[in-house]
């Protein structure tokens, strides 16, 4: 699987062009991404990324990629990230790593994003992942039960869980937020829940990302697939 990952990274590296500005996607296939581009720029290529987690700030400094912030440059010609599941329309679900709250803000911020995954990853309904939805700590009680009626009125429904660490505690985001994990099943109408879910206060942002991606790069044992 990783070597799947790499292919649709190093696919993806083939729209990157000199003097672009990029957002820097986080887990193990936008890791590949980011080490093949410090190849590049290794190799004289001028870029400047914004990255979307601590861990891939600390990375692409490890790669000598020029970083910025969105608050020194304007727009992002290009983002490339992972995601946990792809569908037809290129809506995604992504969080499974904890990033979703900056990679949604980059995401939004790009001309273009490309998806890169291994092909495990593309679906006909999202949902099968379970959905992550950062929230604020306070009041957790309260944001879970106005999670739930958001379900119901999207036609959806499962058991959620707080995201733990592998020390056991909670998790805890970049941001200082917490991750609630939605097992839902099948989505049948994600724009009208990513909807229902951005009403919701204590709800920082969730994994549903509609309409951000441009392009998906699925890596299979057949080969690559570039899905527009
Ligand atoms: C992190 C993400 C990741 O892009 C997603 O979890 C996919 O990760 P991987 O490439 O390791 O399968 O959304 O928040």
Redesign the pocket.
């Known amino acids: 699987m990783d070597g799947l990952?790499r292919q649709a990274a190093a696919q993806a590296l083939e729209h990157v062009q000199d003097g672009m500005k990029l957002g820097l996607?986080?887990?193990?296939?936008?890791?590949h991404f980011v080490e093949l581009l410090g190849e590049r720029v290794a190799g004289g290529m001028k870029v400047i990324g914004v990255p979307t987690?601590e861990a891939t700030r600390a990375q692409a400094e490890a790669c000598n990629i020029p970083l910025t912030t969105l608050d020194e440059v304007d727009r992002l010609d290009l983002t490339v990230?992972?995601?946990?599941e792809v569908d037809p329309a290129l809506n995604l679900i992504?969080?499974?790593?904890?990033?979703?709250l900056r990679?949604k803000i980059v995401a939004a911020a790009s001309d273009r994003m490309i998806v890169i995954?291994d092909d495990t990853?593309w679906v006909d309904v999202l949902g099968r992942f379970p959905l992550?939805v950062e929230v604020i700590p306070f009041g957790l009680a309260a944001t879970q039960r106005a999670m739930a009626a958001a379900f119901a009125q999207s036609g959806v429904s499962g058991q959620m869980g707080l995201r733990k660490g592998r020390d056991g505690h909670v998790f805890v985001t970049d941001g200082g937020h917490w991750i609630v994990d939605a097992h839902l099943g099948r989505i049948a109408d994600a724009p009208r829940l990513a909807g229902l879910l951005s009403l919701i206060p204590g709800v920082v942002e969730h994994?549903l990302f509609i309409g951000l991606a441009s392009t998906a790069v699925l890596a299979g044992a057949q080969g690559i697939r570039v899905v527009e």
């Open positions: 990952k996607g986080t887990g193990s296939t936008a890791r987690s990230d992972g995601a946990d992504k969080g499974g790593g904890g990033a979703l990679e995954a990853k992550p994994g």
